[in-house]
């Protein structure tokens, strides 16, 4: 698998996330319950996490041989 394929698994898990975060924004804006209020809104948090992240290396991997491209330095060794 190239970078540039790997990139486009990683922009694909992006949508998923995404689309489940919508999801959830959804039951949370509609839930009256405390408890599943909180446990929706770690659940958010988390995906939000994973897609940033999902995001970042969509970009590292699809431009990383690219000439002037500044690397996020969250992942370089």
């Given at each position: ?5 790997l990139s ?65 330095a969250k992942?370089?060794?």
């Amino acid at each position: 698998m190239t970078l540039l394929e790997l990139s486009a698994e990683y922009r694909s898990h992006a949508h998923a996330l995404d689309l489940r975060i919508c999801q959830l924004q959804y039951r949370l804006e509609h839930t009256r319950n405390a408890d599943q209020r909180c446990q929706l809104e770690e659940r958010i948090h988390m995906l939000s996490t994973m897609l940033r992240e999902a995001r970042e290396l969509a970009v590292l991997t699809e431009r990383y041989y690219d000439r002037g491209y500044r690397r996020n330095a969250k992942y370089t060794i």
